[in-house]
C-alpha cells in the first residue's frame, strides 16, 4: 500500500521558516514527479512547487519564489519543502503528492502542474503564520 506522510507543519510568526517533509511508503517515485501542494480555507487547492526525477527540474508558484525550495532525497523516499520568510498569506494545509504518469524520461509539458497529474496524496499538514 502506497503512503504519503507529512511531517514538518506548525504555527510560525511572519518572517519565519518551517521545513516540510514528506516520507513515502510502499514505492518509490525516484523516476517520477512529485510535489507539495496547499488549500487555504475557501480557496482551491494549488500547486506550490514540483520536482522531477532526480531534481533535474523544478517549478514555482510566483507567490512563493525566492522563499521556498523543493528538494528529495531519493535514498531515503523523501520529498521537502524548506520554506523562509514566511508570510501569513502562506497559510494553510500542505500536501505532498506524487505521480505515476509523469515518469522518466519523457517530456510531460505542463501537465505536472495540474492536481490530477498526481495519482498519491498525503493527509496534509497545517502551516500557520501569524502577523
Known amino acids: 500500500q502506497v503512503q504519503l506522510a507529512e511531517s514538518g507543519g506548525g504555527l510560525v510568526q511572519a518572517g519565519g521558516s518551517l521545513i516540510l517533509s514528506c516520507a513515502a511508503s510502499?514505492?518509490?517515485?525516484?523516476?517520477?514527479?512529485m510535489g507539495w501542494f496547499r488549500q487555504a480555507p475557501g480557496k482551491e487547492r494549488e500547486l506550490v512547487a514540483a520536482?522531477?526525477?532526480?531534481?533535474?527540474?523544478?517549478h514555482y508558484a510566483e507567490s512563493v519564489k525566492g522563499r521556498f525550495t523543493i528538494s528529495r532525497d531519493d535514498a531515503k523516499n523523501t520529498l521537502h519543502l524548506h520554506m523562509i520568510s514566511l508570510k501569513p498569506e502562506d497559510t494553510a494545509v500542505y500536501y505532498c503528492?506524487?505521480?505515476?504518469?509523469?515518469?522518466?524520461?519523457?517530456?510531460?509539458?505542463?501537465?505536472?502542474?495540474?492536481?490530477?497529474?498526481?495519482?498519491?496524496w498525503g493527509q496534509g499538514t497545517q502551516v500557520t503564520v501569524s502577523s
Open positions: 503528492a506524487a505521480s505515476l504518469s509523469l515518469g522518466y524520461p519523457y517530456n510531460h509539458g505542463t501537465r505536472f502542474l495540474r492536481s490530477e497529474s498526481y495519482d498519491y
Open positions: 520536482i522531477s526525477w532526480a531534481g533535474e527540474d523544478t
Open positions: 510502499g514505492r518509490t517515485f525516484s523516476q517520477n514527479y
